[in-house]
Every structure is written in C-alpha cells, then in structure tokens.
C-alpha cells in the first residue's frame, strides 16, 4: 500500500480581509434582483449584497482554515453563494471578484486571472486595490512586467501598503534592478514594522544578491528569531516549522557568502555550523509530521478497536509533535478499551507527569 503525504496546503496568497468599505459603495437593493419570484410564491427575493458579503467572509476564513474537510466545505459555500448572484444579476461585479479568489484558491489559476482581470475592467474594480493586488500576485512569478503594471495601479489607491512595496520590489528584482529592489524591500519591511517575515526574507535575499552581506547577515537573524518565536508560539503546527527551515537556509547562505569573501575569518566557521545543527534538528521536527501523516492514514483506514498497537503510537507521534490534549485523548480511549495496555499507560503516564515521549 503507497501513502501519499500531503505537505502544505492549497496555494493561499497573503490577501488582506474583504473589501468591506467597497461593497458599502454598492447601492442598497431597493427592488428584488433580477430572475426572483415577485409573484407572492414560496421564492424570496435574494440579497445578492449579503450573498457577496457571506462570500468573501467565508474566503477570508479559508485563508485561515487548513483541514481540508472544512476547506472544501467553505470553498463549496463561496461558489454556491457566486452562482446564486450571478444568476440574480448577471452584471454584478462582485461575483467576479468572488469566483477570482475562490478558483485561485482551488488551484484554478487561469480561471482565476480570467475573473479578476473582468472584474478591475468594472468601474467597482478599477477602484479596488486588493484586486490589482492579486492580479499582481499571479503574474509575479513568470511575467513581473505584468505584474508590475498590477501593483502599480494598487498603489496608487493604497500609497504604502507593505504588501504592494513588497510585490514591486520583487518585481524590480526579477528585472535586473537590486537598487531599487533593495529600495522598495526596505520601505515594505519599515512600513511593516518589521513583522511580516516573507518580507524581511526578501529583503535580505536581495541585499545578499547585491553583495551587501553584513547588512544581509543582520536582516537574516532577526528575521530568523521572528520565526523561532512563531514555531514555538505554534507548537503543533507543521507550517511554522518549514517558514523556520527557510530561515536557516537563508542564514547559512549569507553566511558562506561570508566566508566565500573572507575565508581567513574564524568566526563565520563556527557560526554556519552552529546553523547548520539548528536547521538539522528542525527538519526531524518536520520529519515526525510526516510520521504522522502516515498513521493519520493508518487510523483512517484501520479499525482503531482492532489496531491498539498502531493507536498507541498514533497518540505518542501526536505527543512528539506538541499536539498533547489530542494524545492524551488517543491514549485514554485506548486504555478505555483495554486498561491492561502498558504501552498506553506508560505513554500516557508519560505525558501526565510531563516527560518527554519519544517518537
């Protein structure tokens, strides 16, 4: 039997919440939308304003949500809720903006573009900088000239948002341009205040690129202990383990930049290799989520009644992880079940008296 291992989750780009301020531009409904039943039957006229808001509420919470079960239940809604506008006013510009978000988030990219690039064509969407926003974000990657256009026009609605001086700056970096990349890095991360850690990552890529590595050294580590604080404030979550991976490998880099420039200094020998071991005891944090996921598997597949063996580990894999009112839990049915189970009492006494179990 092959399992597969899921790592991350759907493509999420990091959109501000909903534009709540631009529907309030949108007229109150002062007569039933089109396509609804006046006729005094069973049908309701449809708030297509309140379909657009329940939308975008639930497209801000998928942004926050990663189960998977609950993902596709909140992507279901969002689309359910655009086909009804689209239905009851064909011409609303909303539906637009609300099919972009969702098929990008549902991995449908093209459609996507094709949506979000209808919607900015509207009156509502020239006006929108979110939307110039996201298209800025799908084009970055293989067209920045695009996408430079897109974060442009975003900035002229929103001058200083950090998200739109990051995107230029990548954008500029992608383009040859490290001055005014390093310039635009600079103003994304102050305006900021210093706390998104994508930004200060990119900041000290691109001071690195242009060979500014002391300054590239120091950016790194803080950005560096942002994510060691945010793993240990998310103890249980894989995410935050992986965004710290990233920052050791950008630390290491600078690092041997370092030494590239000046083998003769002691120093950055001993500092790469204290990183070096600090990376290497993260990725078997990473690691023990993959074990998980396979017994995850293994549970769902299993009988757990039949399995006390494979439920026993599942609760100290849970425990190793940091995820220990869930283990306890685990362990607990299991002795529920057989109370003479001493693997279960040994894990679960374990986790009681506050020791460490071991994977």
């Given at each position: 039997?092959?399992?597969?291992v899921?790592?991350?989750?759907?493509?999420v780009?990091?959109l501000?919440?909903?534009?709540?301020?631009?529907?309030g531009?949108?007229?109150?409904q002062t007569?039933?939308?089109?396509?609804?039943?006046?006729?005094g039957?069973?049908?309701?006229?449809?708030d297509?304003?309140?379909?657009?808001?329940e939308?975008?509420a639930?497209l801000?919470?998928?942004?926050?949500?990663?189960?998977?079960?609950m993902?596709?239940?909140?992507?279901e809604?969002v689309?359910?809720?655009a086909?009804?506008?689209q239905e009851?006013?064909?011409?609303?510009?909303?539906a637009?903006?609300v099919?972009?978000?969702?098929?990008?988030?549902s991995?449908?990219a093209?459609d996507?573009?094709d949506?979000?690039?209808?919607?900015?064509?509207t009156?509502?969407?020239?006006?929108e900088w979110?939307?110039h926003?996201?298209?800025?974000?799908?084009?970055?990657g293989?067209?920045?000239?695009l996408?430079?256009?897109?974060y442009?026009?975003?900035?002229a609605?929103?001058?200083?948002?950090p998200?739109?001086?990051?995107?230029?700056?990548?954008?500029?970096?992608k383009?040859?341009?490290?001055?005014?990349?390093i310039?635009?890095a600079?103003?994304?991360?102050?305006?900021?205040?210093?706390?998104t850690?994508?930004?200060?990552?990119?900041?000290a890529?691109?001071?690195?690129s242009?060979?500014?590595?002391?300054?590239?050294r120091?950016?790194?580590?803080a950005?560096?202990a942002?994510?060691e604080?945010?793993?240990r404030e998310?103890?249980?979550?894989?995410?935050?383990?992986?965004?710290?991976d990233?920052?050791?490998?950008l630390?290491?880099?600078?690092?041997d930049?370092?030494?590239?420039?000046?083998?003769g200094?002691?120093?950055n020998?001993?500092?790469?290799?204290?990183?070096?071991?600090a990376?290497?005891?993260?990725s078997?944090?990473?690691?023990?989520?993959?074990?998980?996921?396979?017994?995850?598997a293994?549970?769902?597949?299993?009988r757990p009644?039949?399995?006390?063996?494979l439920m026993?580990?599942?609760?100290?894999?849970?425990?190793a992880v940091?995820?220990?009112?869930?283990?306890?839990?685990?362990?607990?049915?299991?002795?529920?079940?057989?109370?003479?189970n001493s693997?279960?009492?040994?894990?679960?006494?374990?986790?009681q008296?506050?020791?460490?179990?071991?994977d």
């Amino acid at each position: 039997m092959f399992f597969k291992v899921i790592h991350g989750a759907l493509l999420v780009l990091s959109l501000a919440s909903a534009p709540g301020a631009a529907l309030g531009q949108v007229p109150e409904q002062t007569e039933p939308a089109r396509g609804t039943d006046t006729s005094g039957g069973a049908a309701s006229p449809v708030d297509v304003d309140q379909l657009i808001r329940e939308a975008l509420a639930n497209l801000d919470e998928l942004e926050r949500v990663e189960d998977p079960a609950m993902r596709s239940r909140l992507l279901e809604e969002v689309l359910d809720r655009a086909r009804v506008v689209q239905e009851s006013d064909p011409d609303n510009p909303w539906a637009k903006y609300v099919f972009g978000r969702a098929y990008l988030i549902s991995g449908r990219a093209g459609d996507a573009i094709d949506y979000m690039q209808r919607f900015v064509r509207t009156r509502e969407g020239r006006n929108e900088w979110r939307a110039h926003r996201l298209l800025g974000d799908m084009f970055v990657g293989k067209f920045p000239r695009l996408a430079q256009a897109s974060y442009q026009r975003a900035i002229a609605l929103k001058p200083g948002e950090p998200a739109l001086l990051h995107g230029l700056s990548v954008c500029a970096a992608k383009t040859g341009d490290l001055d005014e990349a390093i310039r635009l890095a600079e103003e994304a991360v102050l305006a900021d205040g210093r706390r998104t850690i994508a930004y200060q990552h990119h900041y000290a890529r691109t001071l690195a690129s242009r060979g500014r590595l002391a300054e590239a050294r120091h950016v790194a580590l803080a950005v560096l202990a942002l994510a060691e604080k945010a793993a240990r404030e998310q103890r249980g979550e894989r995410e935050p383990l992986e965004v710290l991976d990233k920052q050791h490998q950008l630390v290491i880099d600078v690092i041997d930049g370092l030494i590239r420039d000046d083998p003769g200094h002691a120093e950055n020998y001993v500092e790469i290799v204290k990183y070096l071991r600090a990376r290497s005891a993260n990725s078997i944090e990473i690691a023990r989520f993959d074990v998980l996921d396979i017994l995850e598997a293994g549970v769902t597949e299993a009988r757990p009644d039949r399995a006390p063996r494979l439920m026993v580990e599942y609760g100290r894999t849970l425990a190793a992880v940091g995820r220990l009112e869930q283990a306890m839990a685990v362990l607990k049915d299991v002795l529920a079940a057989d109370p003479q189970n001493s693997e279960a009492r040994k894990a679960l006494a374990e986790l009681q008296g506050g020791e460490p179990v071991g994977d």
